[in-house]
């Protein structure tokens, strides 16, 4: 069946910078889209960004851009999340996901189909 099992969330300091990945298994990892979700306490499950693995750039939502980076492994199966100058605002429970989203679902849950289990950032200030 298909995994996806997310590392590196923890407790860091505002302005420092924080790395997750998300491994895949069990999909066609070359045919798929990647995407990082968030949910902050309170708070419903939002878009973070997004990558094509098979080609195609990335796509990011705006309150991260120029901080946030979206990379691939392909040999690993893996996609990274690259986080810099965080902030109090980025804590969040973050979730990857994988699917085949058309356009106008690329952003949202519906899109994906398979999910990981999250994983925990706090940001203090």
């Known amino acids: 069946q298909v995994q996806l099992v997310e590392s590196g969330g923890g407790l860091v300091q505002a302005g420092d910078s924080l790395s997750l990945s998300c491994t895949a298994s069990?999909?066609?990892?070359?045919?798929?889209?990647m995407a990082w979700f968030r949910q902050a306490p309170g708070k419903e499950r939002t878009f973070v960004g997004g990558?094509?693995?098979?080609?195609?750039?990335?796509v990011y939502t705006d309150s991260v851009k120029g901080r946030f980076t979206i990379s691939k492994d392909i040999v690993k199966n893996t996609v990274y999340l690259q986080m810099n100058s965080l902030k109090p605002e980025d804590t969040a429970v973050y979730y990857c996901?994988?699917?085949?989203?058309?356009?106008?679902?690329?952003?949202?849950?519906?899109?994906?189909?398979?999910w990981g289990q999250g994983t925990q950032v706090t940001v203090s200030s």
């Open positions: 990558i094509r693995i098979g080609g195609g750039g990335t």
């Open positions: 069990g999909l066609a990892f070359s045919r798929t889209s």
């Open positions: 996901a994988a699917g085949s989203p058309i356009l106008s679902t690329s952003r949202q849950e519906l899109g994906y189909r398979y």
